[in-house]
């Protein structure tokens, strides 16, 4: 049996040597079991590239000259991948002792680990669909979850998430549609859809810190995740009657956020590519 871990990093080099380090520390001990390690560089200008070399040289590496950002980085290294089973894990992610076995050993066909801070309080990191009806009264975010217990976890985030090879070929990989915002939220849906159960582990410890990546351009990533949330109700509930209703609450959320009040969000959110995406986020100074 073969484990393969995919980390898609850009410019986030001191995180994902921790969770590079932790990957060695902790390994997937599993008689014959055997682990590779895929990290999707995407133009980085860190030197991550140079410091894999040197220092995690077991690393499959796949060196972008350009930002194709995250959902076509991982798409390009679940294709890439030779395991049978798949676990996304972001470069703020650090597995505990054990934390591998654990989500393996549960043996379901999709599994989300127990993300903790650094100072050890447990993140609320399962929550539900967000429905028409859901967007309007923010419910999505506030659910009843035991983190101490583990069970069915509708909407895991993707920071670390364990699913086989089997889910893969049925459901797909992240829809590029969403390049770096909705696109786990979509990907659970469909699994869900497809009637395959996502399973939460608390004995799975990860270390997680909050968005290395996009705190540095907070309301650029604010716009575009309302874009794209905008987008995900376009995708799954076009019929729905709310969702004219959800299109202003969340276009109001976006205004209210980052003071643009007024700009147009674009039709059902528009269309994000990797490079209109680059130049969004350009927009606070910050080149992807």
């Known amino acids: 049996m073969r484990l393969s871990v995919i980390i898609v990093h850009w410019?986030?080099?001191?995180?994902?040597?921790?969770?590079?380090?932790?990957?060695?520390?902790?390994?997937?001990?599993?008689?014959?079991?055997?682990?590779?390690i895929l990290?999707?560089?995407?133009?980085?200008?860190?030197?991550?590239?140079?410091?894999?070399?040197?220092e995690f040289p077991e690393v499959r590496v796949i060196a972008n000259a350009?930002?194709?950002i995250y959902a076509a980085a991982t798409n390009q290294a679940l294709k890439a991948a030779t395991g049978?089973?798949?676990?996304?894990?972001?470069?703020?992610?650090?597995?505990?002792?054990?934390?591998?076995?654990?989500?393996?050993?549960?043996?379901?066909?999709?599994?989300?680990?127990?993300l903790i801070s650094d100072d050890g309080s447990v993140q609320k990191s399962v929550r539900a669909f967000p429905t028409p009806l859901a967007t309007i009264t923010g419910s999505w975010t506030r659910l009843a979850f035991d983190y101490e217990k583990a069970g069915p976890a509708p909407q895991p985030m993707m920071s670390c998430l364990l699913f086989t090879?089997?889910?893969?070929?049925?459901?797909?990989?992240?829809?590029?549609?969403?390049?770096?915002?909705?696109?786990?939220?979509?990907?659970?849906?469909?699994?869900?859809?497809?009637?395959?159960?996502?399973?939460?582990?608390?004995?799975?410890?990860?270390q997680h810190g909050h968005?290395?990546?996009?705190k540095r351009v907070r309301r650029s990533a604010v716009w575009e995740s309302r874009r794209a949330w905008l987008r995900f109700l376009k995708k799954h509930f076009a019929r729905d009657p709310l969702r004219p209703l959800a299109t202003v609450a969340i276009t109001l959320d976006a205004w209210?956020?980052?003071?643009?009040?007024?700009?147009?969000?674009?039709?059902?959110?528009?269309?994000?590519?990797?490079?209109?995406?680059?130049?969004?986020?350009?927009?606070?100074?910050?080149?992807?």
């Open 11 to 36: 410019n986030t080099a001191p995180d994902l040597r921790e969770c590079l380090a932790a990957l060695r520390a902790f390994p997937w001990s599993q008689p014959g079991g055997e682990t590779e």
């Open 39 to 54: 990290v999707v560089d995407n133009a980085s200008s860190d030197g991550a590239v140079a410091m894999l070399a040197a």
């Open 66 to 68: 350009e930002n194709v």
């Open 84 to 114: 049978d089973y798949f676990l996304l894990l972001n470069p703020d992610a650090c597995v505990t002792a054990g934390g591998l076995d654990k989500l393996i050993a549960a043996q379901k066909a999709i599994v989300a680990a127990k």
């Open 165 to 206: 090879r089997a889910v893969y070929e049925k459901i797909g990989g992240l829809d590029e549609r969403f390049p770096l915002f909705f696109n786990d939220v979509d990907w659970s849906l469909r699994a869900e859809r497809a009637g395959l159960e996502t399973w939460y582990i608390p004995e799975a410890v990860v």
């Open 211 to 214: 968005g290395g990546t996009t």
């Open 256 to 288: 209210r956020r980052t003071g643009r009040w007024g700009k147009s969000l674009g039709r059902d959110g528009g269309e994000t590519t990797p490079e209109s995406l680059r130049r969004e986020l350009e927009c606070e100074g910050r080149p992807s």
